[in-house]
């Protein structure tokens, strides 16, 4: 400890201030895009944060957490993020918790930003109560997600008849998340959350007239919950959805979407598309399509087919810059496009 001070003394390298100076949010608020990474022992489904101790007991002294949490967001352009793991006592409790009942609160809800596992990142910031509870059980370990699902609709932040389908034990495959810029647009590609619900519906009613009936096969002009939770709730393996996603992180629009869903009597997956009229012939139908593609080999899948009218021209060539031989069957109006993964196209 001496040598540390010593190397301290009238180093002018170094500027050395108490923590009344360093933890002050105002100060911590200057730096332009400042992000603060904490770390979390547990947080509750409304977004409360212990940070310093476990039930009943004091784990450390008063910590900085929230002073960093405060000058981040204070800060132009930046943010804050809260990371734990998401379990404890090797595996057999979760951290993510119905209710933080008989322990501190270092953060209260109102301070959180993003809250990341290694099952995903969550940005909660604005959220709901039943928002942020479908975010945090999401991102929890998948063996605590039923009972976190259980104890959310008793304690009301979750309506009675919600569900979670299959996406209550998927695992998010992150590998499948990509970044890229388009047309000087950051686009997000990612595979869906069950958080994204609200943002899928809205992207449905945003599509065209012609574009719905092309998705849809007939005219719709209401797209209820259920349906964007059917898109938004899926397993990762048998059910995938891919979006296509334009603007802040937690708070981004839908600019397209990709899905397969797969027919466990053939082993083959059907395919469809929906691309907002913005964001059309801009290569994001390529970009869903081969995401797609990615995952169903992995996963054992035969091939895909895909359902479409023979004026949609579109899906047809989007279907056919897959790699592989393509059929088409005509049925009147209809058209069936089918590949097999097995038989790529010769060169």
Do not use: W
Not at 271 to 290: C, D, N, R
């Amino acid at each position: 400890m001496r040598s540390f001070y010593e190397f301290l003394n009238d180093n002018p390298a170094i500027e050395f201030h108490p923590s009344d100076y360093v933890n002050d949010p105002a100060l911590i608020a200057r730096h332009n895009k400042m992000v603060a990474m904490n770390v979390a022992m547990t947080v509750d489904l409304t977004g409360q944060v212990a940070a310093d101790a476990l039930p009943h007991n004091q784990f450390s002294g008063v910590t900085g957490v929230l002073d960093f949490i405060r000058g981040a967001s204070l800060s132009s352009g930046g943010k804050s993020i809260l990371m734990l793991p998401s379990t404890a006592q090797q595996g057999k409790k979760s951290r993510i918790v119905p209710f933080l009942g008989d322990t501190a609160v270092v953060v209260p809800r109102s301070d959180v930003q993003h809250v990341v596992t290694e099952y995903g990142a969550v940005n909660l910031f604005g959220k709901s109560l039943q928002e942020r509870a479908m975010g945090l059980i999401s991102i929890a370990h998948p063996q605590f997600r039923e009972e976190l699902f259980f104890q959310a609709k008793k304690m009301g932040l979750l309506s009675t008849e919600r569900t979670l389908h299959e996406s209550i034990h998927g695992v998010y495959p992150m590998h499948l998340e990509e970044v890229l810029e388009i047309n000087d647009q950051q686009v997000t590609v990612r595979p869906a959350k069950p958080v994204d619900a609200r943002r899928i519906q809205e992207h449905f009613y945003s599509l065209d007239k012609e574009d719905v009936v092309a998705r849809f096969f007939h005219e719709k002009r209401s797209f209820d919950k259920d349906e964007a939770e059917e898109v938004s709730q899926v397993d990762y393996v048998k059910d995938l959805t891919i979006l296509a996603v334009v603007g802040e992180f937690g708070f981004g629009q839908v600019a397209g979407i990709g899905e397969y869903l797969l027919d466990t009597a053939t082993n083959y997956a059907e395919i469809a598309f929906s691309i907002s009229k913005p964001y059309q012939k801009m290569g994001l139908g390529k970009v869903l399509l081969h995401k797609l593609e990615s995952a169903a080999r992995a996963h054992g899948i035969a091939g895909f087919f895909a359902y479409t009218s023979a004026q949609n021209q579109g899906m047809i060539r989007l279907f056919k810059r897959l790699p592989y031989k393509v059929t088409t069957a005509f049925d009147g109006d209809m058209v069936t496009l089918k590949c097999n993964f097995s038989e790529p196209l010769q060169k």
